[in-house]
Nanobody
Framework: QVRLVESGGGLVQAGGSLRLSCAGS????????VGWFRQTPGKEREFVAA????????YYADIATGRFTISRDNDKNTVYLQMNSLKPEDTAVYYC??????????????????WGQGTRVTVSS
């Protein structure tokens, strides 16, 4: 089992940037794909981006394409989500998640088995 801890959330003005970090522990982190999801009150959690275990293959939801970049540093056991051109509708709690059963990546929430506690992002207009 991989333990995940997110950080980097906060308050930012529309048009600004934030970089979220997902620090993983456990021997399997470097062999697991990692994804970012987000959730707002009253809505289902939605996929944002994911990256393969080796960091070569990223996946993006339409909401993230062109604005967000996912990357990972396996030497530091950390996955990053660089978010640029933020909009008020990006306001949410962002979660990172890991899966060892889909090491090349997946966008399906059900495929991820380890989850962090979330970090809140608020974008003001």
């Amino acid at each position: 089992q991989v333990r995940l801890v997110e950080s980097g959330g906060g308050l930012v003005q529309a048009g600004g940037s934030l970089r979220l970090s997902c620090a993983g522990s456990g021997r399997t982190f470097s062999s697991a794909a990692v994804g970012w999801f987000r959730q707002t009150p009253g809505k289902e959690r939605e996929f944002v981006a994911a990256i393969s275990f080796h960091g070569i293959t990223p996946y993006y939801a339409d909401i993230a394409t062109g604005r967000f970049t996912i990357s990972r540093d396996n030497d530091k056991n950390t996955v990053y989500l660089q978010m640029n051109s933020l909009k008020p509708e990006d306001t949410a709690v962002y979660y990172c998640a890991a899966t060892s059963t889909h090491p090349y990546g997946t966008s399906l929430e059900k495929d991820f088995t380890s989850w962090g506690q979330g970090t809140r992002v608020t974008v003001s207009s």
